[in-house]
């Protein structure tokens, strides 16, 4: 077992990282994540902020009881991935902030060498680690920013298509060496590491975007501001991931509410950019 401190900082002690977890009905992986936490013991000064989406199925009561160490705020209205997050950021104090899923895995040793490695790259806004699935295989974290027709791809039969399957390789990177450390358009907000001075700066999570491509969106603003976005190797969490707007059938494009909700997010992504240039001096 692991004997080191466990590090909350308190009121008067500014935390290294601030956690930040939305919850919407998920009180098994929260209950998990915070058991992990507690197992790996943090070495450096963190606090913790659960933000419960208005779930009610009693995830803050038992947060509360259970992890007494965790901060709990409690929205009375789901607010979406990008609200729920932007209602812990106005609260975090850390001088990073860690976006962590609540059906994430973090591993020991692992938070420390990609805090070390952000500390040693400070042009670095955002940056992500390996994720990986339970078995170990890797797990789809980074992307090139989406073309008009790519969300529809990847939620509807078309994705099955040679043309489309070309840009879903494209998008996804599929070519990319996961072994090695480099600069991508953005990361998931599953696991994203980021630097809380530069959010003062470019703003929070646009909350236009109840769910999808809020990350997307917030990355590509990093890009704009000079800083850029990162996928380092050095450190890898366990993510159980399920893509609950995946579709089987055709017709499922159109009646699978977050499927809906997916494409509508894209309509208003590429809305907010159309005609600007790529953030990035490079080839798309």
Not at 19 to 44: D, K, Q
Not at 105 to 125: A, F, I, N
Not at 166 to 184: A, I, K, T
Request: proline fraction near 6%; charge should be positive; include cysteine.
């Amino acid at each position: 077992m692991n004997e080191r401190p466990f590090r909350i900082a308190g009121k008067d002690k500014k935390p290294r990282v601030s956690f930040i977890t939305v919850n919407y009905r998920t009180p098994y992986f929260i209950r998990n994540l915070l058991r992990g936490v507690e197992e790996i013991r943090p070495g450096f000064d963190f606090e913790y902020i659960l933000v419960d989406n208005a779930s009610g199925d009693g995830t803050p009561e038992m947060v509360r009881e259970q992890f007494p160490w965790a901060t709990v705020i409690a929205s009375p209205e789901n607010l979406g991935f990008g609200g729920g997050n932007n209602l812990g950021l106005k609260a975090a104090r850390g001088e990073y902030v860690l976006l962590c899923n609540p059906d994430l895995v973090l591993l020991e040793g692992e938070l420390e060498s990609w805090l070390d490695w952000m500390d040693t790259h400070p042009d670095v806004g955002i940056s992500c680690p390996r994720v990986v699935n339970p078995d170990g295989s890797d797990q789809h974290a980074t992307y090139r920013f989406p073309k008009a027709f790519t969300p529809l791809y990847r939620r509807s039969f078309i994705g099955r298509l040679p043309f489309a399957r070309r840009e879903l390789d494209r998008y996804l990177m599929e070519d990319m060496n996961r072994d090695v450390e480099q600069d991508v358009d953005w990361v998931f907000g599953a696991a994203m590491l980021i630097r809380r001075e530069l959010l003062e700066r470019i703003g929070l999570f646009d909350e236009r975007f109840f769910v999808y491509f809020e990350d997307a969106d917030l990355c590509r603003r990093v890009w704009e501001s000079g800083s850029r976005v990162c996928y380092t190797p050095i450190a890898r969490v366990i993510h159980y991931h399920k893509r609950e707007s995946r579709t089987r059938y055709p017709w499922q494009a159109f009646t699978n509410p977050l499927t809906r909700t997916h494409l509508k997010s894209g309509m208003k992504y590429f809305m907010k950019y159309r005609g600007k240039t790529h953030p990035r001096d490079v080839s798309t």
